[in-house]
């Protein structure tokens, strides 16, 4: 998968908490990514204290906060109907870009249940450092590239198509 500007660093003690409504909703979220920076989510896990049922989870990336939960399903990005206890491996990391939220919407819970999504995030800088690419940058760049042309050229030879 191809990736956004150079890997900074990885943030691997997010955490979302949140407690379930009396309509056995919980809803958190993380955010936004800053100005010049994209996130890469590698690793989502979940857990609830519920004692009742078996609560479920969607993970979404939206350009704003919502104040309910995204009944239309647009940006929607994971999903997992065992949020009691869950690991998500991210094959293709879900993508932040600048200003965009990671929200995490449990549902089937018990008032009061609390509810954690913890994420491994590789954290990519958009930007060049104002000193100038080191060697590694100028090779991970030119790469990047070279990747990104390929994919292009092959999409237009696929048989089919």
């Given at each position: ?22 309509t ?130 092959s ?7």
């Amino acid at each position: 998968m191809y990736r956004h500007g150079f890997h900074d660093h990885t943030r691997n003690e997010d955490i979302i908490k949140a407690t379930a409504a009396a309509t056995g909703v919980a809803f958190g979220y993380l955010g936004p990514t800053p100005a010049g920076y994209c996130w890469y989510v590698e690793r989502l896990t979940t857990n609830t204290n519920t004692a009742a049922g078996t609560p479920a989870l969607e993970v979404y990336v939206l350009g704003s906060v919502p104040t309910t939960t995204p009944v239309d399903k647009m940006g929607r990005q994971d999903y997992t109907p065992t949020a009691a206890n869950d690991v998500l491996d991210e094959v293709n990391p879900i993508a932040l870009t600048e200003g965009q939220y990671l929200c995490a919407v449990w549902t089937g819970c018990t008032s009061g249940d609390l509810c954690q999504l913890s994420a491994q995030i590789a954290v990519h800088s958009l930007r060049v450092a104002a000193y100038g690419p080191t060697h590694d940058e100028l090779a991970a760049l030119r790469a990047h590239e070279i990747e990104a042309a390929h994919e292009r050229e092959s999409a237009h030879f696929l048989p089919g198509v």
